[in-house]
């Protein structure tokens, strides 16, 4: 079945580590984007890639890195230098960044102590 | 920036009643979407809908681009339908997409 995994579903680190979050598709879709959402709050973009090799900054992409290695994998680190990392992590991916519905992935949840 | 507003930001109903959801954004549209989130976190897509009207089942969706505002009807509300609902928008920033605030739907058997 095609569609976005990410893993893990729970992830636990200790202040001042980097983490790397995991996200690939095999629904061939060329545009891939990283939410983050705060309870009882909406989705904030943090960076989103519509090719290979090439992605944008969302709204708050300080703290956050991604990389566009692959079409299908579309991996964010979340760096020391996030003030508050804890939080749910949504990826998502449509076929054109422009003209097409948005698919997301179940999530990953972030808590860092 | 743009601006995406959501309302109401709370709903409650009883099963079988029926609901409009509106969305408003500040700026010319290319890309409006509806979405529902479960309890556990799960975004489902319920609608691409940049401009007309659309109806999957008991759910239908219209966007006035010229007015910029969106809605999102619930006809016959189930208790499954509880969640948040989210618009996301898409202005002339090409592959971006903005997501309201949400609206906490709670419907009682």
């Known amino acids: 079945d095609g569609g976005i995994t990410q893993s893990p579903k729970y992830l636990f680190r200790k202040e001042g580590q980097n983490v790397t979050l995991s996200c690939e598709q095999n629904?061939?879709?060329?545009?891939m984007y990283w939410y983050r959402q705060d309870p009882g709050q909406g989705l904030r973009l943090i960076y989103y890639?519509?090719?290979?090799?090439?992605?944008q900054k969302g709204d708050i992409a300080e703290g956050y890195s991604v990389s566009r290695e692959k079409k299908e994998s579309f991996p964010l680190t979340v760096t020391s230098a996030q003030k508050n990392p804890t939080a749910f992590y949504l990826c998502?991916?449509?076929?054109?960044?422009?003209?097409?519905?948005?698919?997301f992935g179940n999530g990953t949840r972030l808590t860092v102590t | 920036g743009i601006q995406v507003e959501q309302s109401p930001p709370d709903l409650i109903l009883q099963e079988g009643a029926n609901s409009t959801l509106r969305c408003n954004f500040s700026?010319?549209?290319?890309?409006l979407q509806w979405f529902h989130q479960n309890p556990w976190g799960q975004l489902i897509n319920l609608f691409y809908?940049?401009?007309g009207t659309k109806q999957n089942g008991r759910l239908s969706a219209t966007t006035v681009a010229t007015e910029r505002y969106s809605l999102l009807y619930i006809s016959s509300s189930q208790t499954t339908d509880s969640g948040v609902y989210f618009c996301?928008?898409?202005?002339?920033?090409?592959?971006?997409?903005?997501f309201g605030q949400g609206t906490i739907l709670t419907v009682h058997p």
């Open positions: 998502a991916s449509t076929l054109t960044g422009g003209n097409s519905p948005l698919h």
């Open positions: 629904l061939n879709h060329d545009a």
């Open positions: 890639s519509q090719i290979v090799n090439d992605f």
């Open positions: 700026d010319s549209v290319n890309n």
């Open positions: 809908i940049p401009s």
């Open positions: 996301a928008y898409g202005g002339t920033s090409y592959g971006k997409l903005t």
